[in-house]
């Protein structure tokens, strides 16, 4: 079917742009090679990797009823007037960015790539990609030239999951094109979708600004978490610590500490140039191990109160990585629990997001009264703050709360 947009990638980068895009009545076809999450898409259902927080069933609903064509066929690339990698990238174990769904992207794409077409890459790169990487795989493929025959940028994804008042519309879109014609190209299709495009110098800019954004959230969460655990060895409040620091009108944001650090964004201390960026790898460091920090809290906490950690009840409260979504990307639920059954705990869980979920291949039994469960267990672990959770409720309820997102009343809970 003939379409303006071509969005390569439906998960948590490429559902969001085709619901903005289907909702300024450009007409949107969605190319993803795995069919399970084609077949679901088309049925009106959610990938269960991509739940609430992406998009609802209902806004997917609209989408399809706006013409909104979800297809792992390579054909529909052909004649649309724009095309966005949003293809996944995870962290390799050599600590660099595994660029193989945006290299399938770009190849399923270049034989079908025509003049004057606008190729853009939303997914997450490390700088220079789009130019070495993404180019020549799109001119092999197609005998055509980028920057002359067809446009090609990069723009970074400033996706929030759960924020429904950041989204796609509300949030300056950056782009950096290859040549000036490919950024007022790029800025022309997001025109359409946002209220605001910002103009980078080029790609490499355009990707060193996400490389930027997601580094700059590790770093400052891991200081925010060393700072937990030494004012918790000090005797000191944290929570009423940030509560004061925060009302510094100039030369501080706040950031919280947590369980550990998830989502999609991952940060990224080298990218193969000889320049590795010490503090990034610090942070990464330092996040990495707060879920060992919290099952020791955990467990000390039981034995505070008489009880070991082998057989223990243990909620555990909110398994996504980011409030109100039940995207697991990264999330440090899976290693606490882990953690937890290692020390003979007894684990079930409740998340409003998540209604099915496996550590270490076991099925961890859900809770579905909220209220009974926390009073029977030993030890309720909250590690994600949804907005259902009523943790004044919670603490009167439960024998034992420990709250690692700082946001029961003060006195209510044991807090990281």
């Not at 909702?23 to 990938?47: C, I, K, Q, Y």
């Not at 510094?248 to 998830?262: H, L, T, W």
């Not at 270490?360 to 909250?382: I, K, N, S």
Request: aromatic letters at 4%.
């Amino acid at each position: 079917m003939p379409a303006d947009l071509a969005v390569i990638g439906l998960g948590h980068l490429g559902l969001p742009l085709a619901r903005a895009a289907t909702a300024a009545s450009v007409a949107t076809v969605g190319h993803d090679p795995d069919p399970r999450t084609v077949a679901e898409l088309r049925a009106g259902r959610l990938p269960a990797e991509d739940g609430p927080g992406t998009l609802t069933a209902a806004e997917l609903r609209r989408m399809l009823s706006a013409g909104f064509h979800p297809t792992t066929e390579d054909a529909v690339l052909e004649r649309v007037r724009t095309a966005v990698i949003c293809a996944p990238t995870r962290l390799g174990e050599d600590g660099v960015l595994d660029l193989r769904a945006v290299g399938a992207a770009a190849r399923a794409l270049a034989p079908r790539l025509r003049p004057r077409t606008t190729v853009i890459v939303e997914s997450a790169v490390h700088p220079g990609a789009t130019e070495e990487f993404v180019r020549p795989l799109l001119e092999d493929g197609s005998g055509l030239c980028a920057g002359r025959d067809f446009h090609l940028a990069y723009s970074p994804s400033r996706a929030d999951p759960g924020r429904r008042d950041r989204d796609l519309a509300r949030v300056p879109r950056v782009v950096g094109g290859l040549t000036p014609a490919c950024t007022e190209a790029a800025a022309a299709f997001y025109g359409r979708l946002c209220d605001k495009v910002v103009r980078a110098r080029g790609p490499r800019e355009a990707e060193t600004v996400r490389m930027w954004e997601t580094n700059y959230r590790h770093v400052n969460i891991a200081l925010a978490n060393e700072m937990a655990v030494f004012c918790h060895d000090i005797g000191v409040d944290l929570w009423d610590v940030v509560r004061c620091a925060e009302t510094k009108p100039f030369g501080f944001q706040a950031f919280r500490p947590g369980p550990g650090v998830g989502g999609h964004g991952t940060p990224v201390d080298h990218v193969g140039t000889g320049h590795p960026l010490r503090m990034v790898g610090l942070a990464r460091d330092v996040n990495g191990r707060m879920p060992l920090y919290v099952t020791q809290r955990s467990a000390a906490l039981l034995n505070e109160h008489g009880k070991s950690a082998r057989g223990a009840r243990v909620l555990l409260l909110g398994v996504g990585y980011k409030a109100d979504t039940g995207d697991q990307e990264g999330s440090p639920a899976p290693e606490i629990a882990s953690r937890l059954m290692e020390l003979g705990a007894q684990i079930r869980y409740h998340d409003p997001y998540v209604p099915g979920w496996r550590v270490g291949g076991r099925e961890v039994p859900r809770v579905d009264c909220l209220y009974e469960a926390a009073a029977e267990a030993d030890l309720t672990l909250l590690l994600q703050h949804h907005r259902t959770y009523d943790l004044q409720g919670l603490a009167v309820k439960a024998q034992l709360l420990l709250d690692t997102r700082g946001a029961s009343p003060a006195g209510a809970a044991h807090r990281l």
